[in-house]
């Protein structure tokens, strides 16, 4: 069996006016505390007789994520991997990721990444248009990115992922198919695209729910044209040589994210860190969000965990089908009907089918290729 681990690094050089998770600006001598905690959660955890991971499973993936980790020092970084090798054991050739930001990217810090195990880092890029990232509140400029890029490559680091938002304030057909094209010529291995996200958990959300003027909320493209930027991307994407492997993610050969694979597939993993999720295969459970508390809780030797909730067979079953179809390989409907009730669900299978949003052959389904813009509706569809 294989466990992946994933790290939470709550802390941020200045909140993007887009961002809903639970980070942020905190004073720097707040870092190594942190990172303390966590390795001391690490070793307790592995120690205590209660976890349900067999012994012997080894952790074949390990994602640092935020937040943004590289701002932690690289010494810090390397501490919290060498309490998982010293409290547990290593497959022979990990993926481990460290989410960093570009300006934050110096040779040095690349260098000690490098030597600390990190074979994979993943840019926050989220665009190449100086005026989109301005106007997002984020710290690069396109010369960070081409900058960093070229750092990366040059301390060994050969595995390196991209993230682009389509739906940015001041974004256009334009300008989207500029960042697509500087991505493309910058060559990484990986590329994630996410929709801008419209709630209320971000300042952003806020003033376009509330028909605010505020972060550009004006020049926000409507849904309809970040639904188009992202079929361009599909169009552009493929003809440049990256597989489409799931909703958000392209890789090239033999790169597809091994740790969000985990996720997708409900395979187990343990989380560390403030407002870090896990999951046993039949139950979830997370930290507290906040990090002072969840550091203040490690050091006095109180369970840091705020929710607990067992998975029932409707949830794993609702799980197996909005999971699985974001992959593009579909899902084993046998497999969901030898293990669940699923008469009813076959019945909205078959409906969604003769409509042309999803796609059978054999026993496998999976969502139709034009219609992965509207992914959240037909999911909305076959769960109700």
Same mark, same amino acid.
């Given at each position: 069996?294989?466990?992946?681990?994933?790290?939470?690094?709550?802390?941020?050089?200045?909140?993007?006016?887009?961002?809903?998770?639970?980070?942020?600006?905190?004073?720097?001598?707040?870092?190594?505390?942190?990172?303390?905690?966590? +390795?001391?959660?690490?070793?307790?955890?592995?120690?205590?007789?209660?976890?349900?991971?067999?012994?012997?499973?080894?952790?074949?993936?390990?994602?640092?994520?935020?937040?943004?980790?590289?701002?932690?020092?690289?010494?810090?970084?390397?501490?919290?991997?060498?309490?998982?090798?010293?409290?547990?054991?290593?497959?022979?050739?990990?993926?481990?990721?460290?989410?960093?930001?570009?300006?934050?990217?110096?040779?040095?810090?690349?260098?000690?990444?490098?030597?600390?195990?990190?074979?994979?880092?993943?840019?926050?890029?989220?665009?190449?248009?100086?005026?989109?990232?301005?106007?997002?509140?984020?710290?690069?400029?396109?010369?960070?990115i081409d900058s960093a890029a070229s750092t990366l490559r040059a301390a060994g680091i050969a595995n390196i992922s991209f993230d682009l938002i389509a739906g940015l304030a001041r974004q256009t057909a334009a300008s989207w198919s500029e960042s697509l094209e500087q991505l493309i010529a910058a060559a990484p291995e990986h590329v994630s695209i996410y929709m801008l996200e419209v709630d209320e958990g971000s300042r952003l959300g806020k003033e376009l729910l509330t028909s605010g003027t505020r972060y550009s909320a004006a020049d926000v493209p409507s849904p309809d044209e970040s639904s188009d930027f992202y079929d361009r991307a599909c169009e552009r994407l493929a003809t440049a040589g990256y597989e489409h492997y799931e909703i958000s993610n392209w890789a090239k050969s033999g790169h597809r994210s091994?740790?969000?694979?985990?996720?997708?597939?409900?395979?187990?993993?343990?989380?560390?860190?403030?407002?870090?999720?896990?999951?046993?295969? +039949?139950?979830?459970?997370?930290?507290?969000?906040?990090?002072?508390?969840?550091?203040?809780?490690?050091?006095?030797?109180?369970?840091?965990?705020?929710?607990?909730?067992?998975?029932?067979?409707?949830?794993?079953?609702?799980?197996?089908?909005?999971?699985?179809?974001?992959?593009?390989?579909?899902?084993?409907?046998?497999?969901?009907?030898?293990?669940?009730?699923?008469?009813?669900?076959?019945?909205?299978?078959?409906?969604? +089918?003769?409509?042309?949003?999803?796609?059978?052959?054999?026993?496998?389904?999976?969502?139709?290729?034009?219609?992965?813009?509207?992914?959240?509706?037909?999911?909305?569809?076959?769960?109700?």
């Amino acid at each position: 069996m294989s466990l992946g681990i994933y790290i939470q690094v709550p802390f941020c050089q200045t909140r993007c006016t887009y961002c809903n998770f639970h980070t942020g600006v905190v004073a720097r001598d707040r870092y190594q505390p942190y990172a303390n905690a966590v +390795t001391r959660e690490i070793r307790e955890t592995f120690a205590a007789p209660t976890l349900r991971i067999a012994p012997a499973t080894a952790i074949d993936s390990l994602y640092f994520g935020g937040g943004t980790p590289s701002l932690l020092e690289p010494q810090a970084l390397a501490q919290i991997i060498d309490a998982l090798r010293a409290a547990t054991t290593f497959a022979p050739t990990p993926e481990i990721t460290l989410e960093a930001d570009p300006e934050t990217i110096t040779s040095e810090k690349a260098h000690a990444w490098r030597e600390a195990g990190f074979n994979r880092i993943s840019l926050g890029v989220q665009s190449f248009i100086d005026k989109e990232l301005q106007a997002a509140g984020r710290m690069h400029r396109r010369e960070h990115i081409d900058s960093a890029a070229s750092t990366l490559r040059a301390a060994g680091i050969a595995n390196i992922s991209f993230d682009l938002i389509a739906g940015l304030a001041r974004q256009t057909a334009a300008s989207w198919s500029e960042s697509l094209e500087q991505l493309i010529a910058a060559a990484p291995e990986h590329v994630s695209i996410y929709m801008l996200e419209v709630d209320e958990g971000s300042r952003l959300g806020k003033e376009l729910l509330t028909s605010g003027t505020r972060y550009s909320a004006a020049d926000v493209p409507s849904p309809d044209e970040s639904s188009d930027f992202y079929d361009r991307a599909c169009e552009r994407l493929a003809t440049a040589g990256y597989e489409h492997y799931e909703i958000s993610n392209w890789a090239k050969s033999g790169h597809r994210s091994r740790h969000n694979l985990k996720y997708w597939q409900r395979a187990p993993y343990l989380g560390f860190g403030a407002g870090a999720h896990s999951f046993d295969g +039949t139950e979830r459970w997370a930290n507290l969000h906040d990090p002072a508390e969840y550091a203040r809780r490690i050091e006095e030797g109180i369970s840091t965990r705020e929710q607990v909730e067992p998975v029932t067979r409707e949830q794993a079953l609702e799980e197996e089908i909005f999971l699985g179809l974001r992959q593009l390989d579909g899902i084993d409907f046998s497999r969901i009907e030898k293990n669940y009730d699923a008469a009813e669900l076959r019945k909205r299978v078959d409906t969604l +089918t003769s409509e042309g949003l999803l796609e059978k052959s054999g026993a496998t389904v999976r969502l139709s290729p034009s219609r992965l813009a509207v992914s959240n509706e037909i999911f909305a569809e076959l769960l109700t």
